[in-house]
Nanobody, 127 residues
Framework: QSQVMESGGGSVQAGGSLTLSCQFS????????LAWFRQAPGLEGGGIAM???????KYAEFVKGRFTASRNNDKNTLSLQMSNLKPEDTGMYYC?????????????????????WGHGTQVTVSS
């Protein structure tokens, strides 16, 4: 049974940087696709970034050029490097995974397609 756990959240001023990490536990990490999601009341959220089992990436438009997601198949981790952070990036960030799910550029990253979720890590960006 797979599990994921997020870390790395914190408080930062606008324009700053932060890196989140998602630790995967379980067998066959290289068969799983992982994604980051954000949830915050009144702010744009949903799927942020996805790295599928082929290492193809996809980003939400509002983070392109600022966020970079990458996986390390040796350490079973997914990271999210966030730069030029804005107050509207504030929220709870969740990591999720599912086996053999491919990036689909025709539609947004869909949380209903992911079966295993972490408990989240809070990111707060102050102006």
């Amino acid at each position: 049974q797979s599990q994921v756990m997020e870390s790395g959240g914190g408080s930062v001023q606008a324009g700053g940087s932060l890196t989140l990490s998602c630790q995967f536990s379980g067998p066959s990490f290289d068969r799983y696709s992982l994604a980051w999601f954000r949830q915050a009341p009144g702010l744009e959220g949903g799927g942020i970034a996805m790295v599928d089992f082929t290492c193809t990436t996809k980003y939400a438009e509002f983070v392109k050029g600022r966020f970079t997601a990458s996986r390390n198949n040796d350490k079973n981790t997914l990271s999210l490097q966030m730069s030029n952070l804005k107050p509207e990036d504030t929220g709870m960030y969740y990591c999720a995974c599912r086996g053999f799910l491919r990036v689909d550029d025709r539609r947004p990253i869909d949380p209903t397609e992911f079966f295993t979720w972490g408990h989240g890590t809070q990111v707060t960006v102050s102006s």
